[in-house]
């Protein structure tokens, strides 16, 4: 089974953190958002990825190669932004032969049973299958109206409040038929979103996949911060990397992860819902909690940190409080 993901976004509302490099390469629980998708494909049974890329590409390929936990990884590379659905048309020679196959968008987290909306899709015999998540506020997403039967009657993307025709949500994850890659137009940069959902709907050929599971996309730093806790609980415990250096009257409350090369000092409490990357200092007296911490960082004696993402080679001094977002 093959998969195509989406990579290749500037990641704008997460900068400056996606100025140094590209939105799936940013960690979650100290491994890259691409890898928990990449590993999830895997036991799903997808041996062949597609990862469409362009801002950064080279970033993704020095980190995956040509293999990663037992698939194959192409790229397929933009010459200028093809927006989310002109990838899927560029990718046309990797797909457009045999079975049906999988799209992800790539900044999002879930634990959804690929198996069972692969059987839904074969099932209904549609065109195209989209995974629906429910959300208090669908404002900022594409929401659906289904029939009985599950099939998408109107998608309309981000609909004004008061007008949504329902708070299922498109979740990012989508099964295509090949026949899809004849609704994308050639050439340009096409939004499957307002180009391609809706005239499927139309025709009758989409289908929706309610999930209940895990589902979270890290787009803005307060998504990301939340997928770092999920993750984390999800993970269980607290998990220390090598060469960490913790003194005994230090505590780390889980769920809590520590990189490797890690050094905290004396009376500091860490945790819980903390992700401590590599060659971090942590001084006496500390409280870190809910946050994220990227490599090489040093923070002084009786700091705290609450809520919060410092980048990386940051020099938190002494005495320094940083409160929530
Ligand atoms: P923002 O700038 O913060 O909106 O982030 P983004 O650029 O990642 O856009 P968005 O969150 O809407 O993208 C959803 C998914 O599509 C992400 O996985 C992106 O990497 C991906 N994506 C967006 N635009 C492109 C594109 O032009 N080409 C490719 N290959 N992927 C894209």
Known sequence: MKALVLAGGFGTRLRPLSCTRPKLLIPVANQPVIDWTL????????????????YMAEAFVRYLGPTKFNMGILYSREERPLGTGGPIRRAEGFLKDGDPFLVLNGDVISSIDYHRLLEFHRENGGLATIALHEVPDPSRFGAVELDSRDRVRRFVEKPKPGEEPSNLVNAGIYVFDPKVIEYIPEGRSVSTELEVFPR?????????????????????????????????????????????????STEVLAPSVIGNNVKIGGKSLIGPNCTIADNVEIGNGCRIENSIIFPGTIIGDFTSVKGAIIGENVMLERWVKIEEE
């Open 39 to 54: 590993r999830d494909l895997s036991t799903h049974g997808v041996d062949t990825v597609i990862l469409a890329v362009n």
């Open 200 to 248: 499927l709907a139309e025709e009758g050929q989409l289908y929706g996949f309610e999930f209940r599971d895990l589902w979270i996309d890290i787009g803005m730093p307060e998504d990301y911060l939340k997928a770092n806790a999920l993750l984390l609980g999800r993970e269980n415990g607290t998990k220390f990397g090598q060469d960490v250096v913790l003194d005994s």
